[in-house]
């Protein structure tokens, strides 16, 4: 069993839907929960992350952790043709491991006008 | 224009040609690390660096290696490529190890061993 899943979708969308992705893992001990972008033929961009549980917006973005669920979400809001792209979510547990990076499989996303 | 690059972008070899893949960034940033990305599995982590002469490894470290004898440089070495490392390799930087969870990457080395 994986670490990190995350459902590769695709997952195709209309303009100006909401938008949920989701991971889940295993490893209790992560504690720092980032949400990755990346368009195609690029690196992946940070877009947001979270420390430990709770809620974090950033415009039409937020991050949502459930440590006792082991289940990370990130919702996007009317959705726009630009945010089509590959989600990547990724966790550390930091420590002695801060350095350690584990990511999910990604979620194509396409958003259509 | 702060940046993180790699080179070659791409590369075909053969099986057992030593090769290395070069990463720089300018931001001075401390931590540096390697993944590669293939179809269904994700980026997995190959090595990284929490500074200049301290390594350690990520979770598909075999048949690689590497070296930081300057902050700004972390080259990747593959001493005797073999087909199953036909992947496409990320570098990427952060300013430390405990902002690890911020990092800048590269634009990707698409490398192909026949």
């Known amino acids: 069993q994986k670490e990190v899943e995350q459902d590769p979708g695709p997952l195709s969308v209309p303009e100006g839907a909401i938008v949920s992705l989701n991971c889940t893992y295993s490893?209790?001990?992560?504690?720092?929960f980032m949400w990755y972008r990346q368009y195609s033929r690029k690196g992946p961009e940070l877009l947001m992350y979270?420390?430990?549980?709770g809620n974090k917006e950033d415009g039409r973005f937020t991050a949502q952790v459930d440590k006792s669920s082991k289940y990370i979400s990130l919702f996007i809001r009317d959705s726009q043709p630009s945010d089509s792209a590959t989600y990547l979510c990724?966790?550390?547990?930091?420590?002695?491991?801060?350095?350690?990076?584990?990511f999910g499989q990604g979620t194509i996303l396409t958003v259509h006008p | 224009e702060a940046q993180v690059t790699q080179n070659p972008r791409y590369l075909i070899t053969v099986t057992g040609k030593k090769l290395t893949v070069t990463c720089s960034q300018n931001?001075?940033?401390?931590?540096m690390s390697w993944y590669r990305q293939d179809p269904g599995l994700g980026l997995r982590q190959i090595y990284y660096?929490?500074?200049?002469?301290?390594?350690d490894k990520g979770d598909v470290p075999e048949g690689y290696k590497v070296s930081r004898k300057e902050k700004r440089n972390f080259p990747l070495i593959l001493e005797s490529p073999s087909p199953n490392q036909t992947s496409l390799y990320f570098c990427?930087?952060?300013?430390?190890?405990?902002?690890?969870?911020?990092?800048?990457f590269g634009p990707g080395t698409r490398l192909t061993v026949t």
């Open positions: 931001m001075n940033h401390e931590y």
């Open positions: 979270t420390y430990s549980s």
């Open positions: 990427a930087s952060s300013p430390r190890e405990r902002r690890a969870y911020e990092q800048y």
């Open positions: 660096s929490m500074n200049v002469e301290v390594t």
């Open positions: 990724a966790m550390s547990s930091g420590g002695t491991s801060y350095g350690k990076l584990t």
């Open positions: 490893n209790s001990a992560f504690q720092y």
